[in-house]
Antibody, heavy 124, light 108 residues
Framework: EVQLVESGGGLVQVGGSLRLSCAAS????????MTWVRQAPGKVLEWVAN????????WYVDSVKDRFTISRDNGKSSLYLQMDSLRAEDTAIYYC?????????????????WGQGTLVTVSS | IVLTQSPGTLSLSPGERATLFCRAN???????LAWYQQKFGQAPRLLIY???SRATGIPNRFSGSGSGTDFILTITRLEPEDFAVYYC??????????FGQGTKVEVK
């Protein structure tokens, strides 16, 4: 059974940092692009970042570029999101999701498995 | 590509049929469109991919149809656990991470 379990969320002040983790199991983690998707309270889903199987290609939504860093450790079947210079608008539930690739390049995929999410609250 | 879902809210009773729409402002290549269900306080769950293929474990009361710019998610007979928010996502062009704004299916 595919499982994705996020951790690391919490309350942080504006300008602070947090590191989210996602522990994967039940599938060959190193065979998949992985992603982070967030959802602000009462808002729609917003893709944040993704990372290629070998970690050598990464993409970010413009609003988090130069502040967030996605990474992975295939030996530990884990995905990470380092979030620096946090802003109030980064407050959201952050989901780890597996990308089901249908084409690459260009990279085209849908999200076939999701974790339960971890809440990040950025307070001013 | 911008996805517009309608209606914003659908008020129905258990046992009724639900029809949800997702319209794209450009043709979705290869009908690469997915539907997700999100229950309150839970993560999204993949229901449909490639516009009409049900994901693993999804009951056959859920079906997807459509092509080009217009797509439909149909729930033939609403069960109590189906009241949720539904999102569509296109992945026919890059960037693929475009979601609609969601349709809430609520109890009438």
């Amino acid at each position: 059974e595919v499982q994705l379990v996020e951790s690391g969320g919490g309350l942080v002040q504006v300008g602070g940092s947090l590191r989210l983790s996602c522990a994967a199991s039940g599938f060959g983690f190193g065979n998949y692009w992985m992603t982070w998707v967030r959802q602000a309270p009462g808002k729609v889903l917003e893709w944040v970042a993704n990372i290629k199987q070998d970690g050598n290609e990464k993409w970010y939504v413009d609003s988090v570029k130069d502040r967030f860093t996605i990474s992975r450790d295939n030996g530990k079947s884990s995905l990470y999101l380092q979030m620096d210079s946090l802003r109030a608008e980064d407050t959201a539930i952050y989901y780890c999701a597996r990308a089901k690739e249908v084409s690459s390049p260009p990279l085209l995929y849908y999200f076939d498995y999701w974790g339960q999410g971890t809440l990040v609250t950025v307070s001013s | 590509i911008v996805l517009t879902q309608s209606p914003g809210t659908l008020s129905l009773s258990p046992g009724e049929r639900a029809t949800l729409f997702c319209r794209a402002n450009q043709t979705v290549s290869s009908n690469y469109l997915a539907w997700y269900q999100q229950k309150f306080g839970q993560a999204p769950r993949l229901l449909i991919y490639d516009a009409s293929s049900r994901a693993t474990g999804i009951p056959n009361r859920f079906s997807g149809s459509g092509s080009g710019t217009d797509f439909i998610l149909t729930i033939t007979r609403l069960e109590p656990e189906d009241f949720a928010v539904y999102y569509c996502q296109q992945y026919g062009s890059s960037p693929p991470e475009t979601f609609g704004q969601g349709t809430k299916v609520e109890v009438k």
